[in-house]
């Protein structure tokens, strides 16, 4: 048995603020972002650029003679470090950033660069500084170095909890020169420190495997969540025979061939004082392992050896409820929901053509064993629109939001990097995607075409789990949507895609700041 420990501090960084000159900072690296228009030189080989014309001058000369011979040009992924002496800092690090640099990803990829060269040269104590600030408003700056800190953490973070022997990363303090102090900019770094360790966590969530990330450990995790930040969060924690009472014959049907009992998680924040302006709900889908039942999943590209990830949707939900508990926005109560088991294979397990009763009445012919996710969601759902989940305001209906590794199909559309978004509801899609726009992770807009319902019609049940390949994504959001109170605002986000990163083979933790920043948008 592997007892495993989650994040307790996701890489402890110590950030600061500063205007200083950067020739004066000391510490072991200086890293400066730069932009191919700022490598331009003269027709002396000289910078152009009056920081690296200053450091280059510190050097005498040796940082254009050096970027030249490197052949480096500040293209983006572009990085250079050097050892030179006559500054205060022991090294120089040139970290390209492309073209030009707007996007919050631009500056969090600044962020994992420093901290990747920071690695390299065992470094303890780094300063970043852009090589050109001017001109960009001071709203800007502090979405710049909120951007670089997320960054910095996300890039010492390395998963060894389950590796013999591991490496404590080096980097103990990183500086941020040039964007402004004070405590605005304070804010917004603790802010940035918040919500990257709980995207670590949502990581190690969907990094583990199930052997130790069961459906009882994972909402025992949630339950040391709500003990953690006990003033604002509760846990309500129902167990099979409550979720029997409550008729989740769809979701218990998923969880019927498992020797491990599935656990209904439910999380609630509230703030301190204050009056409530909006309550929203997050959805999860928390299978810990997929075999794909008696449909098992089988053949080249069947993934059944990461199918640990099919709790991906649960991890941003409980990464959320993690940062938001350090956060604590006023104004806003937020439901965390997830329904968490295993879809399993034994004698009492659910069968190809077995017909399911869901919480709200309707019934289901399972056609598919391995359409399972939205069996398990469809009982959550309904339990998110019997909280009462609504944005307090008149003519304003419940929204809630739903996230699930739920079909291949989205990834065969979208590709691995991004999330497909269904919603009939305009204004909650502009929320979602304005709050992307600050995030920086990607999601797209799908149709919901209501007459690709024809196939999912039963001839003897209300209808069918899966509606064939065609739309498969559709199909499936479709599905989900039979769930949901007509009044009630409602998105489903399918993220099989963007949580994982094939080529690393480790977890992303994908959607939990897009999370935080639309929970954010509803409390101010």
Same mark, same amino acid.
């Given at each position: 048995?592997?007892?495993?420990?989650?994040?307790?501090?996701?890489?402890?960084?110590?950030?600061?603020?500063?205007?200083?000159?950067?020739?004066?900072?000391?510490?072991?690296?200086?890293?400066?972002?730069?932009?191919?228009?700022?490598?331009?030189?003269?027709?002396?080989?000289?910078?152009?650029?009056?920081? =690296?014309?200053?450091?280059?001058?510190?050097?005498?000369?040796?940082?254009?003679?050096?970027?030249?011979?490197?052949?480096?040009?500040? *293209?983006?992924?572009?990085?250079?470090?050097?050892?030179?002496?006559?500054?205060?800092?022991?090294?120089?690090?040139?970290?390209?950033?492309?073209?030009?640099?707007?996007?919050?990803?631009?500056?969090?990829?600044?962020?994992?660069?420093?901290?990747?060269?920071?690695?390299?040269?065992?470094?303890?104590?780094?300063?970043?500084?852009?090589?050109?600030?001017?001109?960009?408003?001071?709203?800007?700056?502090?979405?710049?170095?909120?951007?670089?800190?997320?960054?910095?953490?996300?890039?010492?973070?390395?998963?060894?909890?389950?590796?013999?022997?591991?490496?404590?990363?080096?980097?103990?303090? =990183?500086?941020?020169?040039?964007?402004?102090?004070?405590?605005?900019?304070?804010? *917004?770094?603790?802010?940035?420190?918040?919500?990257?360790?709980?995207?670590?966590?949502?990581?190690?969530?969907?990094?583990?495997?199930?052997?130790?990330?069961?459906?009882?450990?994972?909402?025992?995790?949630?339950?040391?969540?709500?003990?953690?930040?006990?003033?604002?969060?509760?846990?309500?924690?129902?167990?099979?025979?409550?979720?029997?009472?409550?008729?989740?014959?769809?979701?218990?049907?998923?969880?019927?061939?498992?020797?491990?009992?599935?656990?209904?998680?439910?999380?609630?924040?509230?703030?301190?004082?204050?009056?409530?302006?909006?309550?929203?709900?997050?959805?999860?889908?928390?299978?810990?392992?997929?075999?794909?039942?008696?449909?098992?999943?089988?053949?080249?590209?069947?993934?059944?050896?990461?199918?640990?990830?099919?709790?991906?949707?649960?991890?941003?939900?409980?990464?959320?409820?993690?940062?938001?508990?350090?956060?604590?926005?006023?104004?806003?109560?937020?439901?965390?929901?997830?329904?968490?088991?295993?879809?399993?294979?034994?004698?009492?397990?659910?069968?190809?053509?077995?017909?399911?009763?869901?919480?709200?009445?309707?019934?289901?012919?399972?056609?598919?064993?391995?359409?399972?996710?939205?069996?398990?969601?469809?009982?959550?759902?309904?339990?998110?629109?019997?909280?009462?989940?609504?944005?307090?305001?008149?003519?304003?209906?419940?929204?809630?939001?739903?996230?699930?590794?739920?079909?291949?199909?989205?990834?065969?559309?979208?590709?691995?990097?991004?999330?497909?978004?269904?919603?009939?509801?305009?204004?909650?899609?502009?929320?979602?995607?304005?709050?992307?726009?600050?995030?920086?992770?990607?999601?797209?807009?799908?149709?919901?075409?209501?007459?690709?319902?024809?196939?999912?019609?039963?001839?003897?049940?209300?209808?069918?789990?899966?509606?064939?390949?065609?739309?498969?994504?559709?199909?499936?959001?479709?599905?989900?949507?039979?769930?949901?109170?007509?009044?009630? *605002?409602?998105?489903?986000?399918?993220?099989?895609?963007?949580?994982?990163?094939?080529? *690393?083979?480790?977890?992303?933790?994908?959607?939990?700041?897009?999370?935080?920043?639309?929970?954010?948008?509803?409390?101010?």
């Amino acid at each position: 048995m592997v007892v495993v420990s989650f994040v307790k501090n996701a890489g402890k960084i110590a950030f600061a603020a500063k205007e200083i000159d950067v020739g004066e900072w000391k510490g072991d690296m200086l890293a400066v972002g730069v932009t191919e228009k700022d490598m331009t030189k003269d027709e002396n080989s000289k910078f152009q650029n009056s920081i =690296l014309k200053k450091l280059d001058r510190l050097l005498g000369g040796l940082l254009a003679e050096v970027s030249s011979e490197e052949d480096f040009t500040g *293209k983006s992924g572009q990085s250079t470090v050097l050892r030179l002496p006559g500054l205060g800092s022991k090294r120089v690090g040139l970290i390209g950033l492309g073209q030009s640099a707007s996007s919050p990803s631009a500056f969090r990829g600044l962020g994992e660069a420093v901290a990747a060269a920071a690695k390299t040269a065992q470094a303890n104590s780094v300063a970043v500084v852009l090589a050109s600030s001017e001109g960009i408003s001071n709203e800007s700056k502090l979405g710049i170095a909120s951007a670089i800190a997320s960054g910095a953490v996300l890039g010492i973070h390395e998963d060894n909890r389950y590796k013999s022997e591991s490496k404590k990363p080096q980097l103990k303090s =990183l500086d941020i020169l040039g964007l402004g102090t004070g405590p605005e900019l304070e804010k *917004k770094l603790k802010y940035a420190e918040d919500v990257s360790s709980a995207i670590v966590f949502g990581r190690e969530l969907v990094n583990s495997p199930a052997n130790v990330l069961t459906p009882a450990a994972l909402a025992e995790e949630a339950s040391k969540i709500a003990s953690s930040y006990s003033d604002v969060i509760s846990a309500n924690i129902l167990t099979a025979e409550q979720c029997k009472e409550l008729k989740m014959g769809s979701y218990l049907g998923v969880a019927a061939a498992s020797d491990n009992p599935p656990y209904f998680i439910h999380l609630c924040y509230k703030p301190l004082s204050g009056p409530i302006k909006a309550k929203l709900a997050l959805v999860g889908k928390g299978l810990t392992f997929d075999s794909g039942g008696y449909n098992i999943k089988t053949g080249p590209g069947c993934s059944i050896d990461v199918m640990k990830i099919d709790m991906g949707g649960s991890a941003a939900v409980l990464g959320s409820a993690k940062a938001l508990g350090q956060i604590k926005p006023p104004g806003v109560e937020v439901h965390f929901i997830v329904a968490s088991c295993e879809n399993m294979i034994s004698g009492t397990g659910m069968r190809p053509g077995d017909i399911l009763t869901a919480s709200n009445g309707k019934t289901i012919e399972v056609n598919n064993t391995d359409a399972e996710g939205r069996l398990t969601l469809a009982d959550a759902l309904v339990y998110a629109c019997n909280q009462g989940v609504e944005k307090v305001k008149p003519n304003d209906a419940h929204p809630i939001v739903d996230l699930a590794t739920l079909t291949g199909a989205c990834i065969v559309a979208l590709g691995p990097s991004i999330a497909g978004v269904f919603t009939p509801s305009d204004e909650l899609a502009k929320e979602v995607f304005e709050a992307s726009e600050i995030s920086g992770e990607k999601f797209w807009r799908m149709p919901l075409e209501e007459s690709y319902w024809e196939s999912m019609k039963s001839g003897v049940a209300d209808m069918v789990n899966t509606g064939g390949r065609p739309g498969g994504a559709i199909t499936a959001a479709l599905f989900l949507k039979q769930f949901v109170d007509e009044k009630v *605002k409602w998105m489903h986000i399918d993220l099989a895609g963007p949580v994982w990163n094939e080529k *690393k083979r480790v977890a992303t933790g994908f959607g939990v700041s897009t999370l935080v920043e639309w929970v954010l948008k509803n409390s101010s």
